[in-house]
């Protein structure tokens, strides 16, 4: 079996193979480490609770609307409590961002970092089997550790991320994540109560077959994603959409694809938020090989004004999303 860059080969558990990386670190203080373990353990949390929702009442609507103005459902609500306590109990983060709160949770303790989280993706498929996941960002703070933290801190561009990764809860359920030294992923053995490495280094195709966008809002579209779509149609290119970002991204990051969520008039910034779902899948897919942009900006060179700011996206195989691009040019 070949091996990993990091030296480890499929079926290393996750634990392990963590801890090898952090002693390539000989400075490393074990708290990302333990930031990773506390993702791992809330996710397996979330997934046993997604994985039952039709069975304890989980399943539907709160009948409140969160600060996006979307119809929140149970589960997006108990993943953010989920993830908020495993971040709070660890003591690593100092600030949480959740697309759930309105407002930064300031931990108020000595914890060296910042989360941008969104608890659960792909709302519209929770109650009916398709896949969904959670998104994660991990900034180290700017200010110094003790002092109140900063709107600085918090509102840092993707480039500054020190790991970003998700959860897919899909027919198996996997973490793939990067500490900007690629990209591995981590199916979990329900049985066993573990993850495992089962994609090493894991590279997107330079170019692929797969174009992904909601094609219902083409008329709203703006025109170089029409000629983009048309140049796909004429192209032998074949449509996937399954409506949760995180499983849309993950096939095409497997197989080659593009992903597009454009402006439109009822999205002017386009519909998907740049600090805890754009970037952190651009960290990934840049360290897979792939691209992320606007439609003509790197993604992770935003700086955000605002956390909860949304912008367009545009990701996946390089020469794809490159191809997009010279339909804004
Ligand atoms: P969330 O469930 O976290 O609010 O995200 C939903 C997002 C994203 O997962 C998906 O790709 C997109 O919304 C789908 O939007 P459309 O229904 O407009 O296609
Ligand atoms: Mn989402
Ligand atoms: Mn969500």
Redesign the pocket.
Known sequence: MEDSRIGLPIGTALDRFIKRFQDDFPYATGELSQLLRDIALAGKVVNREVNKAGLINLSGSIGADNI?G?DQQKL?VLANIRFIRAFTKGGEACAIIS?EDENIIDLHNNGKYIIAI?P?????NIDVNVS?GTIFSIYRRLSPVGSPVTSEDVLQPGINQVAAGYLLYGSSTILVYTTGNGVNGFTYDPTLGEYFLSHQDMTIPDLGKIYSI?EA?SLDFPDPVNRYLQYCRENEHTAR??????A?FHRNLLKGGI?I?PSSPKYPQG??RLMY?CNALSFVVEQAGGKASTGNARIMEIVPADVHQRCPLYIGSRSMVEKAESFHQ
């Open positions: 996006q979307e997006d697309e969104d659960l993706d792909g709302s519209s969904i909601n809002g959409y399954i409506g949760s970002l995180v849309d992903y969520y519909k998907l779902e």
